[in-house]
DNA sequence: GTCTATATTCCGATAGAC
DNA sequence: GTCTATCGGAATATAGAC
């Protein structure tokens, strides 16, 4: 906690730490104001209600995570270098942030619709020329025939699944903390190998 | 709500539903009364507390999924053929408890510890010998040298996640209900695909 | 802006009639 | 066993002093 941060920036990494762990129904505002070092009447001061203050955390979170993809799969790459690129830099992003998956996940289910129209508002994904290289890798016999959306599938649950079922894992596989991260800086290279060695003949 | 189904079964039915739904922390005992057709203090006139109720719905739903890993992974199978049983299987019965999966996932993360305990109480996943069967393969050169670890993430992940990224697959592959059910369904053949194109030579 | 104290609402749990 | 009514605590939110 340090001391010239303003105040309002103490509360929102509070409040992104505690609703990311504990999730919104779970957070306690209480929480919150022990972890910014204040009391719970300013978080009030600040944002109104636990409502508000969870929607701009969930909305800033997000959009640091959404805007890449387009720009990833819309560039001038190919479609392995766009799996490649894709791969690496999330399982990055996540390796940092690894309790975000399994939170924007809850939120993205309990809040389908409105959530929907405030996380893309604008913004959506934008896969379109993505699949396309697909198809037509697919035509000229590059590589085997999927659906894109299968294809789509695997690539997101290769790369953020490990976050989430981290527990599970640990326990199938036997591997502690360390083991486990090793495994995921790994996976930065192993993810998009294992899917190309997949779709190719 | 059948009439001639007792209470308690009735209870139970509908706190899982209300539990996997809302998780606990955002199930309130109205609602699984109101779900019920009873009211709130029955609920605690069979179980004692919420915890209580939760804990005897956690165990019975996850001791429904555990021991049969261990059944397909010992079985007298080939490595390909434990793959195909197990992505087979496990997508199919989770089509049938598309929300069991985040549920199951959360509460996880949540109570790591105990979780473990009353979770695998003797019951700890065996994959030893699948594991064996792998590392033979990969000796023999007949797949890729993988860790079995990365190899057990990636079942797993292509298994499961499709359900809890089901709104952002949705979103990003422009998918609608219907079709998301019918991908899955392609899945259980699918997956095991994959997966074995990806590991062998 | 920041605090203490308090109001208000919600929710798990219990008491007691039937 | 099942209900209504209510308690008691916890959590969100507000009032008001400084």
New interface residues.
Partial sequence: MLKDRSTEERILDAAKKVFIS??M??ARMQDIADEAGINKALLHYYFRSKDKLFEVIFLETISRFVPR?NEIMNAQLSWKEKLEAFASEYIEKIIANP?LP?F???E???Q?EE??KK??GGD??R?EKFIMQIQQAIEAKEI?P?????L???V???C???F??????Q???G?NDK?FFN?ME??KK?VPE??I???IF
Avoid: D, Y
């Fill in positions: 504990k999730g129904a779970g993809i309790f399994l924007v996940m809850n993205m289910h309990k389908p959530f929907l996380m893309w959506r994904p896969l085997r999927i659906h894109p959306a299968q789509i599938m695997n997101m649950a290769l953020i699944f490990p989430i079922g981290k527990p599970l894992l326990m199938a596989a591997i083991e495994l790994e996976r192993l294992f899917i060695q997949a779709l």
